[in-house]
């Protein structure tokens, strides 16, 4: 039973005595306020989560994200890329306890992004990540919260797909700079990105075991969407693999994913700039948008188009991408006009 007693003329003490519970203490200005919270904490403790709700008023968002990434990153398919978004959360919210953390609060950041010119889908990554911390909190480490505040904010519109295809020309413009870059993996990377459509993980994480040159297959185990496959790998890919130099055992790519995605953007300048310097020395007008706006990921659009081009049926394509419908093979899939014209005659 709580005991309340006015100690001052604004002065309002509380004091919770429970078999099982530190005895709890706290001063309000006002009696109202002192028989709200012991009505609170009172009826907390019978439902047996007022330790839960004290630590949630107790622990910051940067020591649950910190616990986040020791304990559930690893088992993630992309650790680098959640690890990176587990900390972009901490930057912004670190300091905030959790029981602090408001729709408003969320809802602000979000524009704040917006703001910086990121994309919908890209914002709600963001979000999502930032739920997931909390429900694990919850969940997992028995937190006390009334609900998810992330539920309260209403996500970004996706946006429209990328529909970005390699224009005739520029794929041997990237080749040629990425086979200059001082990144040695830059090159293989792309050149099996646009011959396999294997997803950047998948690419990153395998390993030359679960390569068969000889029948030209490749092995992927435990993908995105939790299955494994098999990816034929044609002559030129079988060859690509046999030019990556050093021992071939480990992974194929001794590298960060990051890493590469990273040299290609960088080649992706150069490459741009000495483009526009040729059609200068030329005397010739820029194509528009010409080795401008790729990712890496855009390899993987390409590839699986070009699986398409090649007059695979969709069972064929989605068995090597792994896209497991319809409406997703269709969102990696941009064939062009021209060619589709050509078998309309």
């Known amino acids: 039973m ?103 609060m969320i809802k602000q950041w979000l524009d704040e992004l917006k703001g910086k010119g990121l994309h919908g889908s890209t914002i709600n990554h963001h979000l999502s990540t930032l739920s997931t911390l909390i429900d694990s909190a919850i969940k997992d480490w028995s937190y006390s919260l009334p609900e998810n505040p992330c539920k309260h904010v209403k996500r970004m519109p996706g946006g429209k797909s990328r529909d970005r295809r390699l224009e005739d020309g520029e794929e041997q413009w990237i080749l040629d700079e990425c086979a200059l870059s001082r990144n040695m993996w830059l090159s293989p990377a792309v050149k099996l990105s646009i011959l396999t459509g294997m997803r950047q993980g998948e690419l990153f994480s395998l390993k030359w075991d679960h390569v068969d040159l000889k029948n030209q297959v490749a092995d992927l185990l435990d993908t995105k969407n939790g299955e494994d496959r098999i990816v034929p790998l044609s002559t030129k890919a079988v060859s690509v693999l046999n030019e990556i130099p050093g021992i071939h055992e480990g992974k194929v790519f001794k590298c960060s994913q990051h890493g590469v995605a990273s040299s290609l953007r960088n080649a992706l300048k150069r490459a741009r700039s000495k483009y526009l310097d040729e059609c200068k020395s030329l005397a010739v007008e820029p194509q528009k948008g010409f080795l401008d706006d790729l990712r890496m990921h855009d390899l993987r659009h390409e590839a699986t188009s070009r699986f398409f081009e090649k007059d695979l049926n969709v069972m064929e394509v989605a068995s090597i991408t792994g896209h497991k419908t319809l409406s997703m093979l269709k969102r990696y899939t941009h064939l062009k006009a021209t060619d589709l014209a050509k078998k309309l005659d």
């Open 2 to 104: 709580a005991t309340i007693r006015k100690k001052g003329k604004l002065q309002w003490h509380v004091q919770i005595r429970r078999q099982g519970y530190k005895p709890v203490t706290k001063t309000f200005p006002g009696e109202k306020e002192a028989q709200e919270f012991a009505r609170e904490v009172e009826t907390d403790m019978d439902k047996g989560v007022y330790q839960e709700k004290s630590a949630s008023a107790s622990t910051t968002i940067e020591t649950l994200a910190k616990k986040y990434i020791k304990e559930i990153t690893p088992s993630k398919k992309n650790k680098i890329e959640d690890k990176r978004l587990m900390n972009v959360v901490i930057d912004k919210f670190g300091k905030y306890y959790l029981s602090n953390l408001k729709p408003l």
